[in-house]
């Protein structure tokens, strides 16, 4: 992009378009052309996409394509899947499609082949998972392992914890998931409540083997484990092992080194669900499952690279969301799956999203003078449509809905699913055209209640469709929103793959520790808001 965004020309043609489009609600696009709900859809790899309902026109659609083409969008992606070092504050690759590559494939990193490296640790994984799923690996007291705890933070957990709930039908029901991430002690107290340790076995996910919440956790686990088991550390090598690739701390925790599936650092955390992160994944459902998962990834991730950007499904889904970010001026957006397995979906999108586009320079260190990244969030239908979809259908802000459903259940039920899905198709035409206070009335609404009664409208949604939620859909799904993502940080010339952002609170964090730990007062040099919290904290402390 040799021009600051918002000078290129589609970027001012789309400005003018608005105004155009301000004249123009769903009601009329719909009505000037009866065969709208059908063309404006693209189906990519047996997801549907229907964009249908939202506030653009052809030429909005041309110019938005303009954009993606002037912002050298092509170029980017291209550079990505060759393993270019396109994370440019970080020097880094962005390699997140090699975790899903065939063997065949070659991607050079440093003059290295990464693609061999990616399917050994899929194999140890296999091995590994199929170990533990039969019943070969054995607890220190010779015990099988009944529960699987994976302890990390962030992409750690944020994406095997989605998974392991999206593809639960698929798992293997003798083995209890559970997942740990929360420092507060609370949350490793109940995972581990009534559990037996001779049947338990920790995943800890953490690249450095550093991370404070993460390890803060894993030695708890371990104190947990080996004081049940009569206080032989030698327990902990049968029931730890570690994602990681720092060996040193590892080992020096007292795992196996055998037993550390790495990964690399082109492998961001939100973008490493498919890596060894989704170990516990492995074990859940299974090694071919986890390949069909990858394969379902492979496919988006190929018509991502190869589709026209005019009929590419996760181009256009970035395309959109600028179009509503920055013209429209949604400053959110709701993702709502009707399905209830993708209930951790909406989470999951929120650190892949947010951590990726919540930047406020471009490149080259320049403010943006446009907005970045929305907020992202949702809940399961239909639960929220008695919750939040008063504010979506009523309230005074503009929040574009993805409405994500499936033509078949897993659990068919009764007439479940064809209320179910009547619901996505409801909300969505609801959404679109509302109700005018003409036809309020015909309903015989008395006439001070008719105000109350109004729905304005022209508020834009997608509806993604699939034909059942698989292990490979799944994937498809996740490469979706990976490659939108990209092409709308893209669009806005940012690094969607750094997250400095996270840093400053974590560097302050442990400089407040020993100030809390210590025993005598310490010396504080914050600002006299945080010097008093620590101070009352201090104090509280010591009033059990």
């Known amino acids: 992009m040799t021009k600051p965004l918002t000078q290129l020309p589609a970027w001012k043609a789309l400005a003018a378009n608005h105004k155009q489009m301000q004249k123009l609600p769903l009601r009329k696009l ?65 390699l997140h499609v090699a975790l899903r590559a065939p063997k065949t494939e070659t991607i ?44 990390g933070i962030g992409g750690s957990d944020l994406g095997p914890v989605m998974a392991y709930e999206a593809l639960k039908h698929y798992s293997d029901r003798e083995i209890t998931f559970l997942f740990v991430s929360n420092v507060d002690g609370i949350d490793f107290a109940e995972a581990t409540h009534d559990l037996d340790p001779a049947e338990t076995l920790f995943i800890v996910s953490s690249k450095t083997f550093t991370t404070l919440e993460t390890m803060t956790n894993a030695q708890s686990a371990r104190d947990w484990l080996v004081k049940r088991l009569g206080g032989d550390r030698k327990a902990i090598a049968s029931h730890f092992v570690a994602v990681s690739t720092n060996t040193e701390r590892v080992t020096a925790f007292g795992i196996d080194p055998a037993n550390m599936f790495g990964f ?56 959109l969301a600028v179009w509503n970010n920055d013209f429209l001026g949604a400053q959110t957006v709701a993702v709502l799956p009707y399905e209830q397995y993708l209930k951790r979906f909406p989470a999951y999108l929120q650190q892949l999203t947010m951590e990726s586009n919540g930047k406020h320079v471009t490149f080259d260190g320049r403010e943006v003078d446009y907005q970045t990244g929305p907020v992202y969030w949702g809940e399961p239908g239909t639960n929220g449509q008695h919750s939040f979809y008063q504010l979506i259908h009523q309230g005074t802000r503009l929040i574009p809905c993805d409405f994500i459903a499936f033509a078949h259940s897993l659990t068919p039920l009764g007439r479940h699913h064809d209320i179910l899905l009547a619901n996505v198709f409801a909300q969505a035409e609801a959404l679109a055209f509302g109700k005018t206070p003409k036809e309020v009335e015909a309903e015989g609404t008395p006439k001070t209640l008719v105000p109350h009664c109004v729905f304005e409208g022209n508020r834009p949604s997608n509806v993604i469709m699939a034909d059942r939620l698989t292990p490979e859909v799944l994937g498809k799904l996740v490469a979706l929103y990976e490659h939108s993502v990209f092409t709308q940080g893209v669009i806005w010339n940012i690094d969607s793959f ?47």
């Open 498 to 544: 750094d997250q400095w952002g996270v840093e400053l609170g974590k560097v302050l964090a442990q400089k407040i520790v020993p100030e809390l730990e210590s025993a005598a007062p310490p010396k504080l040099t914050h600002d006299s808001s945080t010097n008093t919290l620590i101070r009352r904290y201090r104090r509280m402390k010591k009033d059990k």
């Open 264 to 319: 690399w650092d082109w492998v961001g955390g939100r973008y490493s669900m498919d890596s060894a992160i989704g170990l516990s994944t492995m074990l859940a459902i299974g090694p071919d499952h986890f390949h069909a998962m990858l394969k379902g990834f492979r496919e988006m991730d190929e018509h991502f690279l190869h589709a026209p950007f005019e009929i590419n499904m996760p181009v256009l889904m970035g395309l």
């Open 30 to 94: 719909f009505a000037d052309d009866p065969k709208r709900g059908e063309r404006l859809t693209v189906e990519a790899s047996g997801i549907y996409l229907d964009y249908s309902k939202n506030r653009i026109t052809d030429h909005t659609l041309e110019l938005l394509a303009q954009l993606a083409r002037e912002s050298n969008l092509g170029v980017r992606i291209a550079a990505m899947f060759r393993g270019e070092k396109i994370n440019l504050t970080e020097n880094r690759a962005v």
């Open 108 to 151: 050079i990193v440093d003059g290295e082949n990464v693609v061999p490296r990616v399917h050994a640790v899929l194999e140890k994984m296999a091995v590994f998972s199929n170990q533990v799923r039969d019943g070969k690996w054995k607890g220190y007291t010779g015990k099988r392992i009944r529960t699987v705890i994976n302890i």
